[in-house]
């Protein structure tokens, strides 16, 4: 019996990460997902898919680290000894990246050089090839050179976040480049899902339709509206993550819809979605602004079509009426008192 190929996960318990391991396990993977501690469980996106991992035919595997400790990602990475590792962990929140910059840049920065170490490491002395994946932004493109986004389009980051995504790509392309790592880059524009993290704007505005409706809410507070996002569906972009180290070669790809989306025109989609208008009910907030503002986003996915074969099979519209009827569904569940609503 082949043995089963082994993926390791950075970030297994957000959006992104939950999706993946569903993915990765439906093609026949063991997958092993890094966790940080804490004292509460943060595991809801992942609970359907974990079983005991002393059972049986158990195939998806839980440990404690932090992209903030080398050590401890060495070890990991001994003990699981992987075919495949994607680097999805972050401090992921742009606004956030403000208040805690030192921490974001720890993390999502120099989390990729101790990974890339620890691979390096690990391969030179078994001689086991171990394949690479990291989840860049399209928030490295920040002040837009060009319109749209290309693989070849310079970054201009616009937030701390950014600034250290953008240092975690150049040393992907640097490892891959100076020691021959099979180290490739998703430059991935905004994806949301029913799963997204409830403090991002898509899932902001969703959530507050829900509980509007239901009357358990009377206003929704936001920042700048006319931001212009390319927004996709994160089942779509995980498979493009898996796409990118299944090629011959590593290389680097713009995952997007090609298609840009004003948060008004998201709005209007979601309140129209539920007969209400949106206007009524949003309110401007300046705190919700950053400090320095992306206004417009829009991906050319051109040479991920081509070379993966991948294209997204949900459009903005599917998508926004998707994330508010499971919203629905989630607070309807939560007055029964059952589950905690994740689709």
């Known amino acids: 019996m082949t043995q089963r190929k082994r993926a390791l996960i ?4 957000g959006q992104d990460g939950s ?18 501690r ?3 469980f943060n595991t809801d996106r992942i609970d359907h898919i974990y079983v005991d991992p002393h059972s049986e035919g158990a195939r998806l595997f839980l440990h404690y680290g932090d992209l903030t400790d080398g050590t401890t990602l060495r070890r990991i990475l001994e003990q699981v000894q992987p075919v495949e590792v994607y680097n999805l962990g972050a401090q992921s ?14 993390a999502v920065g120099m989390g990729v050089l ?8 690990y391969q030179n002395r078994t001689g086991i090839e171990v394949r690479f994946y990291q989840a860049g932004s399209s928030e490295m493109f920040g002040l837009v050179q060009e319109v749209p986004q290309k693989e070849t389009t310079p970054f201009y980051p616009r937030s701390p976040y950014a600034c250290a995504k953008v240092y975690g790509h150049w040393q992907t392309v640097n490892y891959r480049e100076s020691y ?10 905004n994806h949301e899902s029913p799963r997204r993290g409830e403090t991002f704007v898509t899932r902001k505005i969703t959530r507050a339709v829900a509980r509007i409706v239901a009357g ?4 929704l507070y936001l920042g700048n509206l006319d931001s212009k996002r390319d927004w996709g569906y994160a089942k779509d972009y995980v498979r493009a993550m898996w796409l990118i180290l299944q090629q011959d070669k590593p290389d680097d790809f713009v995952i997007a819809t090609n298609e840009t989306h004003s948060i008004k025109e998201f709005l209007d989609l979601a309140f129209t979605y539920v007969n209400l ?3 009524k009910y949003v309110e401007f907030d300046e705190r919700y602004l950053r400090p320095a503002e992306v206004e417009l986003l829009i991906g050319d996915s051109t040479k991920a079509r081509k070379q993966l074969n991948w294209e997204p099979s949900v459009t903005f519209q599917e998508l926004v009426h998707l994330m508010v009827d499971a919203d629905i569904k989630a607070l309807e569940k939560q007055e029964r008192g059952s589950g905690n609503g994740f689709d």
């Open 19 to 36: 999706y993946l391991s569903e993915l990765l396990l439906e093609q026949g993977y063991e997958v092993h997902g890094i966790i940080r």
């Open 216 to 219: 358990k809410q009377k206003k």
């Open 93 to 106: 929140h742009v606004r956030v990246s403000f208040d805690s910059p030192e921490y974001t840049v720890d």
């Open 38 to 40: 804490s004292s509460s």
């Open 114 to 121: 101790r990974l890339l170490e620890a691979i390096r490491d």
């Open 277 to 279: 208008d949106w206007q």
């Open 180 to 189: 021959g790592l099979f180290a490739s880059n998703g430059i991935l524009f």
């Open 10 to 13: 950075t970030g297994i318990t």
